[in-house]
Structure formats: structure tokens, C-alpha cells
């Protein structure tokens, strides 16, 4: 089903006046590039097959992901700026699925508790003249171990659901966190300097007068 377009306000194009699409359907994304002044003109989900490759690594699965979402996007919007993004939570070489049901939520957190884990967020921008750049960005994060009543509590939340690793950071779980090392949005779901970056780079502006340097 269609998305309903997120129109931008009276910010100004880049040169080309070219619109941006987000390949997401996650509303924290939406919400993290509102921070930094960046309206897209579309949010259009990536529905594409999500499944790991045998063998294959927590890094280069998020960088897939973030490419193939993009690619898929762009298919269907030429001359745009196309923004995928996807966010892989790891222990070691493993990486920790997307929690749908309360068990899967409960197997992830038994895994994360009283340990370090990564997360990678993948970023692909898809530009204009069909190059697509690309980043990864790793956070550590590091949770306390949980007690049972902790554990069960937070799983009668619900604020598990859908959440790669079964926990969303601006959520409940922000009390079991005690310490990350890297950048919060990441962990959120997108690494903010380096989409805003990519974005000035290309000449997409985000707001009016903004010139950021790299630094």
C-alpha cells in the first residue's frame, strides 16, 4: 500500500531540485531527520527479501540491506535522492533477529543481558544521477544484567515489537543501558552526522543558510 507523501516545508532544493525519498516505513527515522531540518517528499517502504546469506557478517549485512533498499526505491523514482537505511544489532558474529513474537524478544534479551553488543546501521543515498554512496556506522552498547522481574516487565510492555534485537533505545530498555560508546541516533536507527554529511555533499540542503563542514 501506498505511503502517504511527507511533504517538505518551504526549505530550499539542491540544484537539481530534486525530491528525497525515504525507503523506510520506520517512523524513528522520520522523526530523527526532522531534527536535523530534513522533510522528505516520500516515505516508500523497501519491500524486499531481508533474509541473511549463509555465513554471512553483521557489517556487510547492513550494508546490503541499506544498498538494496535503495536500489529497489530508485527503480520506481528516477532523478531523485533516494535514503535507505537498516540497522543490524550484533553479539560477536551473530546477529539478532527483528522480535515479532514475545519469545524472540525474550531469547534477546537472555543474550544481551550483562553484555556488550554492536549495532550497525547501514546507510545508502541513492543521487539524482543514479550514484549511490554509501556509510556504516558501528555503536557499542553495553546493558546490565537483568533480574527475571526486569526481563518479564518489559516484555508485558510490548516496547519489544518489531525492534531489531527486541529493544528500541528511546524506549523502556534506555534503563537497562549503562554505557554506549559511539553515536545515540545510530542506535535509534540513523546515524545523523554522517546522513547530514552525505546529503550537504550531494547539494541537498538542510536548512536555509546551514552550510555544515565535515569536523
Known amino acids: 500500500m501506498a505511503s502517504r507523501p511527507h511533504r517538505s516545508s518551504a526549505l530550499p532544493r539542491n540544484g537539481h531540485g530534486a525530491r528525497l525519498i525515504l525507503a523506510s516505513a520506520s517512523p ?4 530523527l531527520l526532522d531534527q536535523i531540518g530534513v ?18 557478517q553483521p557489517r556487510p549485512y547492513a550494508r546490503r540491506m541499506a544498498f538494496e ?12 535522492f533516494i535514503l535507505a537505511a537498516d540497522t543490524v544489532v550484533s553479539v560477536g558474529r551473530r546477529i539478532l533477529p527483528k522480535a515479532l513474537d514475545r519469545q524472540t524478544a525474550d531469547d534477546c ?21 543514479g550514484r549511490c554512496l554509501e556509510r556504516q556506522v558501528d555503536t557499542v552498547v553495553i546493558f546490565k544484567r537483568l533480574s527475571a ?6 516484555l508485558d510492555s ?11 533505545l528511546q524506549g523502556y530498555a534506555a534503563a537497562f543501558v549503562r554505557r554506549i560508546s559511539g553515536s545515540y541516533s545510530t542506535v535509534v536507527g540513523l546515524p545523523l552526522f554522517d ?11 538542510l536548512l536555509k543558510g546551514w552550510a555544515c563542514s565535515d569536523g
Do not use: F, N
Open 109 to 129: 534479551l537472555a543474550i544481551l543481558s550483562g553484555r556488550r553488543h554492536r549495532v550497525t546501521c547501514g546507510v545508502a543515498l541513492v543521487c539524482p544521477d
Open 28 to 31: 524513528r527515522r522520520v522523526a
Open 149 to 154: 522481574d526486569e526481563r518479564r516487565a518489559y
Open 158 to 168: 510490548g516496547d519489544w515489537h518489531g525492534k531489531a534485537g527486541g529493544y528500541a
Open 39 to 56: 522533510h522528505p517528499d516520500a516515505v516508500v517502504p523497501a519491500d524486499i527479501d531481508e533474509q541473511v546469506h549463509k555465513a554471512e
Open 69 to 80: 533498499k535503495a536500489r529497489h526505491v530508485a527503480k520506481d523514482h528516477p532523478d531523485c
Open 195 to 205: 546522513v547530514s554529511q552525505m546529503l550537504q555533499g550531494q547539494g541537498y540542503p
